[in-house]
């Protein structure tokens, strides 16, 4: 009885982060269900997924995650995790012109969702450990190695949205462990110099397309600017008020594109207008808010890196959707966090909200602790 009271105690959950999180959904999900008759397969499915993502949050926040500060068990898991991208170019199967997705049965497993969480825990071990000397530049390349082997792998299946996120998720983590100006100087112009490598041997010709329409979407609106001119299109109609739910026509009309995935902001600001999208804005500040506050509550620098670099892959995903959604950044295909349609990504998000709750629930107790021995020590 003492366990299940304090699984559900306050000082374990966030209730007002997991509360904030209950509209985000709902919206995705009133989205989903706005232009679709009885039978709507992404509605149900999304249902299904949103229940087994909050049973696995549940289950993460009761469980006690400083076994992972094992450098064992993390490149275990790195290793595997390394191990599954490899297999996907072996047993993966394309959908949307990536091999980005293992079948299985009825269901798909994106393993790149799952491998940016990973990512956090690899980066938080590794600064949590070297917070005063991370002045060196040697970390630096140290810990670009452990992001660049996911993200090269992530890129060449190809997305190239989610091997965006895993640099982003690197360079926060990077900034937020305190480098010097000088060393994040030389990051900037190293990715510079990698953009145009990129640019000349890497990338394909349907991802310049990409960035070139991004640059003058009308150049191109009938082919690779289609997308993003609909898109842009259909939040501009949706006015301060919105059209009402159902009376999206870019949705209801089939011209705009993967409203229920990639493009769910536009759909849902169509029907909300600037009012709604303003509070879904509102919700996500509130949620990253609520995970900086856990951040500065953490057991130890390993705590406080991992919730900082959650946050840094949340906002990496809210940025990157809402700004190809409203047209100033390239279409990448990254879903909107707890709104897109989408089983990987909503078990990997509650997933990661699930082991900050644990994380948050042994914090105090250590907290207290240091306490005692401060108190004991005078």
């Known amino acids: 009885m003492r366990q299940l009271s304090a699984f559900f105690?306050?000082?374990?959950?966030?209730?007002?982060?997991?509360?904030?999180?209950v509209p985000l959904v709902g919206a995705g999900l009133l989205t989903m269900d706005s232009f679709v008759g009885a039978e709507n397969y992404f509605f149900s499915r999304q249902l299904l997924w949103v229940a087994v993502s909050v049973a696995v949050f549940f289950v993460f926040s009761a469980v006690d995650w400083r076994f992972l500060k094992?450098?064992?068990?993390?490149?275990?898991?790195?290793?595997?995790a390394v191990g599954f991208l490899i297999l996907l170019f072996i047993a993966g199967y394309v959908a949307k012109g990536a091999q980005s997705w293992f079948r299985l049965g009825s269901f798909s497993l994106q393993p790149s969702d799952?491998?940016?969480?990973?990512?956090?825990?690899?980066?938080?071990?590794?600064?949590?450990?070297r917070h005063i000397e991370i002045a060196h530049i040697r970390h630096i390349f140290v810990s670009g190695f452990y992001a660049l082997v996911p993200f090269v792998l992530v890129f060449l299946q190809p997305d190239f949205g989610s091997a965006i996120v895993i640099f982003f998720i690197w360079l926060g983590m990077i900034m937020v462990s305190g480098v010097s100006k000088k060393h994040l100087a030389l990051v900037f112009c190293m990715g510079?110099?990698?953009?145009?490598?990129?640019?000349?041997?890497?990338?394909?010709?349907?991802?310049?397309?990409r960035i070139l329409t991004f640059v003058n979407p009308l150049t191109d609106i009938q082919g690779a600017g289609y997308n993003a001119r609909q898109s842009v299109i259909a939040v501009g109609s949706g006015g301060v008020?919105?059209?009402?739910?159902?009376?999206?026509?870019?949705?209801?009309?089939?011209f705009l594109p993967e409203y229920e995935t990639d493009f769910i902001f536009a759909a849902f600001t169509e029907e909300w207008g600037f009012f709604g999208a303003a509070i879904i804005l509102l919700l996500f500040g509130f949620v990253i808010w609520r995970i900086v506050l856990i951040a500065m509550r953490g057991a130890s620098n390993f705590e406080t890196l991992f919730s900082a670099g959650f946050a840094i892959f949340l906002v990496s995903h809210v940025v990157i959707n809402i700004g190809m959604n409203i047209g100033i950044l390239p279409v990448t295909g990254i879903p909107l966090p707890f709104v897109s349609y989408g089983g990987s990504h909503l078990l990997t998000e509650f997933a990661g909200l699930g082991m900050l709750m644990g994380m948050?629930?042994?914090?105090?107790?250590?907290?207290?602790?240091?306490?005692?021995?401060?108190?004991?020590?005078m």
Do not use: C
């Not at 094992?70 to 595997?80: N, Q």
């Not at 799952?114 to 450990?129: G, H, N, Q, W």
């Not at 105090?364 to 108190?375: M, P, Q, S, T, V």
């Open 241 to 254: 008020f919105g059209k009402g739910v159902g009376f999206g026509t870019q949705s209801r009309l089939k």
């Open 9 to 21: 105690s306050a000082s374990s959950i966030d209730w007002a982060l997991f509360l904030a999180l």
């Open 192 to 209: 510079v110099l990698s953009f145009i490598v990129l640019w000349s041997f890497v990338f394909a010709d349907y991802q310049k397309q």
């Open 114 to 129: 799952p491998v940016k969480i990973l990512v956090i825990l690899i980066l938080a071990k590794y600064f949590s450990r």
């Open 70 to 80: 094992r450098t064992d068990v993390l490149m275990a898991l790195f290793l595997f």
């Open 360 to 377: 948050r629930r042994y914090a105090r107790a250590a907290h207290r602790d240091d306490i005692a021995n401060e108190l004991v020590g």
